[in-house]
């Protein structure tokens, strides 16, 4: 069964560096989402992404964000500099089209120290 | 001082009980529902939908029900097993706004299943 992957599955930073999160998508799906969950809180939307531009957004992906479909299977979050309230699971889910059911990948934990 | 979101509605049950589960959700807008099930150190997994225009949904032993008076939506799942044992979130969509469809995602629930 096709699935969402994401690497890394752990990534530890210190505060003000750059990471990078990736993710490749279910290859017929058109959508792409990023999603954060605080340890302990609910799911949060960060951004969807559609004919490789950003269909929306939330008010938590804020100027330090960027997302960005560098080829035909990868679709990477970029937090330019981290920021301790940054560390959380990052979620990329992707769909085949808006209406449909979103897919998950295992999510990437961020730790910022 | 109380920290919120740190601590889940936790549901117990002994294993072959049924279980509900209920969410409310905030946006009376919202056209389609979504229950999830979140294992430790996993995303999000899809259990089951519902569209608004719908009251009631069955799957393979979920089953949800949908009550857009009061906004509330409820996950049953019967005989539950101790693989059930998980958190499950209810998610909202909705086709407003211009809203390209992302989900909003309510506080989940723990459910632990006593063998």
């Known amino acids: 069964e096709p699935e969402v992957t994401q690497t890394p599955s752990h990534q530890v930073t210190q505060m003000g560096q750059e990471v990078i999160l990736r993710c490749v998508p279910i290859?017929?799906?058109?959508?792409f989402y990023w999603y954060r969950q605080i340890l302990g809180q609910k799911v949060e939307f960060l951004v969807s992404?559609?004919?490789?531009?950003?269909?929306?957004k939330s008010e938590i992906f804020d100027d330090q964000f960027s997302v960005e479909r560098p080829d035909g299977s990868n679709f990477t979050l970029k937090i330019r500099s981290t920021k301790l309230e940054d560390s959380a699971m990052y979620f990329c889910?992707?769909?085949?089209?808006?209406?449909?059911?979103?897919?998950f990948g295992p999510g990437t934990r961020l730790t910022v120290t | 001082g109380e920290s919120v979101g740190l601590h889940l509605p936790t549901l117990s049950v002994q294993e072959g009980d049924n279980s509900i589960i209920n969410c409310a959700y905030s946006?009376?807008?919202?056209?389609?529902f979504i229950w999830y099930k979140q294992e430790s150190g996993k995303g999000p997994q899809f259990i089951i939908d519902?569209?608004?225009?719908?009251d009631k949904r069955q799957g393979q032993r979920v089953t949800v029900l949908l009550n857009k008076t009061v906004k509330h939506l409820s996950l049953q799942i019967a005989a539950t097993q101790p693989g059930d044992s998980a958190v499950y979130f209810c998610?909202?969509?909705?086709?407003?706004?211009?809203?390209?469809?992302?989900?909003?995602f309510g506080k989940g629930t723990k459910l632990s299943v006593k063998p």
């Open positions: 290859s017929n799906h058109l959508y």
């Open positions: 998610a909202e969509k909705g086709n407003y706004g211009g809203s390209q469809g992302n989900l909003i």
């Open positions: 992404f559609y004919n490789n531009e950003i269909s929306e």
């Open positions: 519902i569209r608004s225009n719908m």
């Open positions: 946006n009376s807008a919202s056209d389609y």
């Open positions: 889910a992707s769909s085949e089209n808006r209406a449909g059911e979103q897919y």
